[in-house]
């Protein structure tokens, strides 16, 4: 069997490396975690961030400087975004007809929901245009 070494500093270069009867040594130069950024929704729907699954299903559409950071190894993920605080109410409206439960923590609303397998909890400080998720597997 033939082994190859490949040097890793992005999680889509796995997806470009699978040949068939070679077994890989992944060495991910930057250690577990990834850390992607994006200036804005559109930038991140423009790089196809929804489709690894990595970003929540459902962001304000005027989302701003989101930043996603994912362990390889546990399959889990963390984030933050800003956005208009105008659009909370519409965005809590969005979250819940998709299914997300509410909960109160301190000053900021917990949003859960599960799809595709993930669950999210993305918490949205009630006075603040910013929002922090965590995601795991079910």
Known sequence: DKVEVIMMTEYENICNVAKKNTKFIIIDACG???TTRFA????AKAKEAFARGWLPPILPDSATSIVERNNLDL???????????????????RLTEAGALS?????????TLST??????????RNSGAGEWRVRPL
């Open 32 to 34: 577990d975690e990834i």
């Open 40 to 43: 804005t929704l559109a930038d």
């Open 75 to 93: 399959n889990t993920g963390t984030g933050s975004f800003d956005y208009d605080l105008a659009e909370r109410s519409g965005y809590l409206n």
């Open 103 to 111: 909960r109160t923590e301190g000053d900021s609303d917990i949003m």
């Open 116 to 125: 595709n397998d993930s669950r999210w909890e993305i918490r949205l400080p």
